[in-house]
């Protein structure tokens, strides 16, 4: 597993006092305001938050050490990072990384299905995109589907719902 995830991205400045204004690829906006430290871009340069807050749709950062607008905008287009190890995940919980590449089998045959390539976040629900030999599967992930989730064997059992898996 990856030491670092990628947390969002910062898409602008804002203000005056070297703010970033950050995108979050999370289910919760808030998510990023609970971290003192991120890392920022391909090299992971350490960032100490001064502070955080959600406005909008996005987080507003400021950053120990970027005190000008000139400075924000430089980080302007980065990847954020947080560090796995900063996340206690509550029961049942994953990160979407974790879970892509994971064989998803039928747990009533024992069927393979194919393995996880993709998963949207629909807002009711998320949705495993599942791919086996070309062909897509889209399950839901609800819990009268997604029966058991093993990130260590690499396999997420299911009960596909009556027709999910028919080829018409």
Known sequence: ???????????????LKGEVKIVPWSDDNDFICEFDTIYCGKDKKVFKIENARVHKNT???????????????????????????????????????????????????????GK???????????????KNNGKAYYIPGI??????????KGVIAVRPLEGLLDED
């Open 59 to 113: 987080v507003l950062v400021k950053l120990v050490g970027i005190d000008t607008p000139e400075a924000a905008n430089l980080l302007r287009n980065n990847i954020v990072y947080i560090d796995r190890n900063e996340v206690e995940l509550e029961e049942g919980c994953f990160f979407i990384a974790d879970l892509i590449g994971l064989t998803v089998k039928n747990i009533d045959t024992g069927e393979e299905i």
């Open 1 to 15: 597993m990856e030491k670092f995830l990628e947390a969002g991205k910062i898409v602008n400045i804002h203000g």
């Open 116 to 130: 996880v390539t993709d998963i949207f976040q629909t807002g009711a629900n998320d949705v495993y995109e599942v």
């Open 143 to 152: 819990p009268d589907v997604i029966i058991e989730t093993d990130i260590e």
